[in-house]
């Protein structure tokens, strides 16, 4: 029997019947459950910590991370007074927010850019993937910066937003609190970048890795399927097997396999929680108004599970199999002209736009607060191979939905969006941003295992672009 291998504590946490209760409903209809049977099973009394924050709006996030570093001069921030050489052959597009333009190929996202605040002045000064990536992802600098292949362990073990999250919110049962999908952020060579998961929390509360391929017209995540030998009665067996066999084991290091098998019986034994995770139960109109490609199924796998009380989800653009290795996803050294207008920038458009309509038409978007970003921009000039080369000192990151007031620009860049100009603004100041929509004050702590206490954030919560 496979096993679902998935790290760290998740439940779905219900205080009541929510609006995202009446949704799921219709979902899971095709499993033939009804409101009582839904609702009597997911009652839990919240064990999270309680908001600190009276300013929160949000009550999930949805993380889209465009790994490889788009360039900022085709996508958030255009330069179309610059030379041919710095703006380079895309152009801009006005947006229904009058004085604010994006890239030409973000049609669709300029008809939402008045649910966005975008921020035009983010900088990590780091122009390595990996390290550089780890800023973004946790909101701590990497020691050292600019360093390429580098993989997860101390000194650079923060913990990624969604394993701090795991922390604070004590859920018990089915579905965790945070979830990535559909693979994990690596370099060519393999490494696997720091920062994605529990660091100095442990591998406990690392966010759940969710594997599969989105594209498929089946939809199937292996893991959460059970073979065609093992009924639910046998699986029910089998846990109760288990759970003897843990209860005779007291060693340390048996509690955290313990755990997690725990939690993966507790996902394939929940109706509920399976049909979270199943994409057939949307109708072929939504899947294509988000478009096949994997991205775009992975925005909208992201709207089922923050529906289903997940509370951040983060969305990988990632090293898939047919990711060129000398310009994997947005990573264009070379050719970028053309990669941007045939392979990455359609389903990009297509898929954040139909997350926030769709979010937005449930109901949703007040209480989900959506975040698209990445470890880095372009370098200012295009280089001998129609390529930009990595650029941490500025770049765009656009945030909308929970707490966030749509139709902003903040800060800005010069002229060749090269440098910060005004109101630079750093990653742990977008991560005290976060936690604070979420409804977490940046200094408020959680203890590490060697029961060190740290603030959440050492950043400043950026009000300008608030409710």
């Not at 927010?97 to 973000?106: D, I, K, N, R, S």
């Not at 996202?109 to 975008?118: S, Y």
Request: net charge neutral; hydrophobic share 35%.
């Amino acid at each position: 029997m496979r096993i679902f291998q998935a790290m760290g504590p998740g439940t779905l946490r219900r205080d009541g019947i929510s609006r995202r209760d009446v949704l799921r409903v219709g979902g899971l209809s095709a499993l033939g459950l009804g409101l009582p049977q839904l609702m009597n099973p997911l009652r839990t009394i919240a064990a999270g910590v309680p908001h600190s924050d009276s300013g929160a709006k949000a009550r999930s996030c949805i993380v889209l991370f465009l790994s490889g570093g788009p360039p900022q001069h085709s996508t958030w921030d255009p330069k179309p007074d610059a030379p041919i050489e710095v703006r380079g052959e895309i152009g801009s597009i006005a947006t229904n927010v009058p004085g604010t333009f994006f890239g030409e190929l973000m049609p669709r996202l300029a008809t939402q850019a008045h649910k966005l605040a975008v921020l035009r002045s983010i900088s990590t000064n780091d122009n390595a993937h990996s390290s550089s990536g780890y800023y973004m992802l946790t909101g701590q600098p990497h020691t050292p910066p600019n360093a390429e292949n580098v993989n997860p362990g101390s000194p650079n073990d923060w913990p990624n937003w969604g394993s701090v999250i795991q922390t604070l919110c004590k859920q018990q049962d089915r579905l965790p609190a945070s979830v990535r999908l559909p693979g994990q952020i690596s370099n060519t060579d393999g490494s696997i970048w720091p920062g994605q998961d529990g660091g100095m929390l442990g591998h406990r509360v690392d966010p759940w890795l969710i594997r599969y391929a989105a594209e498929s017209q089946g939809f199937s995540i292996g893991e959460l399927r059970l073979p065609s030998d093992v009924s639910p009665e046998r699986l029910t067996s089998r846990q109760k097997f288990v759970q003897t066999i843990d209860h005779r084991i007291d060693a340390d290091r048996f509690r955290t396999y313990a755990e997690q098998q725990r939690k993966a019986y507790g996902v394939l034994s929940s109706a509920v929680s399976r049909g979270a995770f199943d994409l057939t139960l949307e109708d072929n109109e939504t899947r294509h108004r988000y478009g096949k490609s994997p991205f775009g199924q992975s925005c909208l796998l992201a709207r089922r599970l923050v529906e289903a009380d997940v509370r951040l989800v983060q969305v990988n653009w990632y090293r898939g199999p047919d990711e060129p290795a000398d310009n994997p996803c947005w990573d264009s050294h070379s050719d970028e002209t053309r990669r941007l207008r045939n392979v990455l920038m359609p389903p990009m458009d297509q898929g954040f736009s139909a997350l926030l309509e769709d979010l937005s038409e449930r109901g949703l978007l007040d209480e989900t607060l959506v975040v698209c970003m990445s470890e880095f921009g372009r370098a200012p000039t295009i280089n001998k191979n129609g390529g930009r080369d990595h650029w941490g000192a500025v770049f765009s990151v656009a945030m909308g939905g929970g707490g966030i007031r749509g139709g902003t620009v903040y800060g800005s860049s010069d002229p060749l969006g090269a440098y910060s100009r005004t109101d630079p603004v750093r990653p742990e100041d977008v991560t005290a941003t976060m936690f604070h929509c979420l409804g977490y004050s940046p200094d408020m702590e959680f203890t590490d295992r060697q029961n060190r206490r740290h603030s959440l954030s050492r950043g400043n919560v950026i009000r300008q672009i608030l409710t």
